[in-house]
C-alpha cells in the first residue's frame, strides 16, 4: 500500500473549518483513501473514504485531487471532541491497514 | 446493533508468561484484523482473519498467533511475554470480502502491561 504523509499536529478554533492534508503521491490506480480518528487510547473510528471523485457523509467531506496525489479531509465545523489523531491511509485490496503517524488535531474553544 | 468487544480490556503479566485475548466481532462480520499500538511503533497490523484462516499476516514474531472459530470470535495469544509487548491491542471487524471496501470498526482494546 502507498505511503502517506500528514502534519504532526494542527490546531482548530472550536466552530470554524478543520481541514487535515495528506499526501499520497505514490497512491495507484485501485487504491482508495481512508480516513480513521482516534480519540485518546479508544479504537480508530472510520470517517470517510473515496477513491477519485469528492465525498460526504454526516462527519465529513473528503476532497481528492484531480491527480489523486492528495487529499483533504474537511470538518465542516470542529467541536472540542473531534480533538483526536487523523490517520489518512492509502488501502488496495484487503483488509490491512497501514497506519502511518497520523495528525493531532487540537480544537481550541 | 452491539459494537466489537475485547476482553480482557486490561491486562497484567509477567515477563515469560503467555496470554490470550478475545475479540467478538459484529455479528455478521466474518472478518476480524488484529493491530498492535505501542507509544514507539504507533499502529501496526498483526494479522487477519477471515472464515477461520488467516488470510493477511503482518511483521511479527512467531510469539504472536491467533485463531478465528466457526462463529467468527477471534483470539490472539502471545507466548514467552517481553516487556516491549506492553501494548494497546485492537481487533477490528468488517463484513469481510477481500474485494470489498468496507470500513473496519475497531474494538476498545485490551492494555496489555508486561512487568
Known amino acids: 500500500d502507498a505511503k502517506t504523509t500528514q502534519p504532526p499536529s494542527m490546531d482548530c478554533a472550536e466552530g470554524r473549518a478543520a481541514n487535515l492534508p495528506c499526501n499520497h503521491s505514490t497512491i495507484s490506480g485501485n487504491e482508495y483513501v481512508y480516513w480513521y480518528r482516534q480519540i485518546h487510547s479508544q479504537g480508530p473510528q472510520y470517517i470517510i473514504h473515496g477513491l477519485k471523485n469528492n465525498e460526504t457523509n454526516e462527519m465529513a467531506s473528503l476532497i481528492i485531487t484531480e491527480d489523486r496525489k492528495s487529499s483533504t479531509l474537511i470538518l465542516p465545523h470542529a467541536t472540542l471532541r473531534d480533538t483526536a489523531v487523523y490517520y489518512c491511509i492509502v488501502r488496495g485490496a484487503g483488509n490491512m491497514l497501514t497506519f502511518g503517524g497520523g495528525t493531532r488535531l487540537m480544537v481550541k474553544p | 446493533k452491539a459494537g466489537v468487544t475485547q476482553t480482557p480490556r486490561y491486562l497484567i503479566k509477567t515477563r515469560g508468561q503467555q496470554v490470550t485475548l478475545s475479540c467478538s466481532p459484529i455479528?455478521?462480520?466474518?472478518?476480524v484484523s488484529w493491530y498492535q499500538q505501542t507509544p514507539g511503533q504507533g499502529l501496526q497490523f498483526l494479522f487477519e482473519y477471515f472464515s477461520e484462516t488467516q488470510r493477511n499476516k503482518g511483521n511479527f514474531p512467531g510469539r504472536f498467533s491467533g485463531r478465528q472459530f466457526s462463529n467468527s470470535r477471534s483470539e490472539m495469544n502471545v507466548s514467552t511475554l517481553e516487556l516491549g509487548d506492553s501494548a494497546l491491542y485492537l481487533c477490528?471487524?468488517?463484513?469481510?470480502?477481500?474485494?470489498?471496501?468496507?470500513?473496519?470498526?475497531f474494538g476498545p482494546g485490551t492494555r496489555l502491561t508486561v512487568l
Open positions: 477490528a471487524s468488517s463484513p469481510g470480502g477481500r474485494g470489498d471496501h468496507n470500513e473496519q470498526f
Open positions: 455479528s455478521g462480520h466474518r472478518s
